[in-house]
């Protein structure tokens, strides 16, 4: 902290320790459609203006975990990345199978969407995605929610998915909606 001269505002300096601490990340949410790349290039230009932390979560839906615990099948994605258990190992599909499959979606959709170099956090969560993008939100304190809507009416009507629409209703943080042409 620089002591104000008189009649001056205070100036904080922040170390990156005390940054980190106090900073708070950009949460892009991403679910393999073509919009998840404006989605992330909106959020990395974000990130990089605030200088804050980007975090990339991708969650896999109850209803594709259910899937793959009914069979040793393995589920691709849009981005070419399987779900599920590649070998037949007897063992049963677990939550925990489920986040590691979603945080590596959510790495190979970042790393082939943002450019080389480009630091993020991949994240991974099973169960309702708005109330896994809410609930990571609130837990890093996210200044943004950064997700994508499509318009979907001939006319020209903007209407939102469920999720974004949901997460647009109960969020308590700004949200930046990337619109895509469906």
Request: net charge negative.
């Amino acid at each position: 902290r620089r002591a104000p001269r008189s009649g001056s505002p205070e100036v904080y300096l922040f170390t990156p320790m005390v940054c980190r601490l106090l900073c708070m990340p950009i949460l892009a949410a991403v679910d393999g459609s073509p919009g998840s790349k404006q989605v992330l290039t909106t959020a990395s230009q974000l990130s990089e203006g605030l200088k804050e932390e980007l975090h990339v979560i991708h969650v896999m839906s109850e209803r594709r975990f259910e899937e793959l615990m009914q069979g040793d099948q393995l589920l691709e994605t849009e981005w070419n990345v399987p779900y599920g258990n590649e070998t037949d190992t007897g063992e049963e599909y677990s939550v925990e199978d489920a986040i590691v499959d979603s945080r590596n979606v959510a790495d190979s959709i970042a790393a082939e969407a943002l450019p080389e170099g480009a630091t993020y956090e991949p994240i991974g969560a099973m169960g309702d995605p708005t109330s896994q993008i809410l609930s990571h939100a609130e837990s890093t304190d996210a200044s943004f929610i950064v997700t994508g809507g499509r318009k979907r009416t001939k006319i020209g009507k903007v209407l939102f998915g469920s999720t974004s629409q949901s997460i647009l209703l109960k969020a308590t943080r700004p949200i930046v909606t990337v619109m895509a042409e469906e």
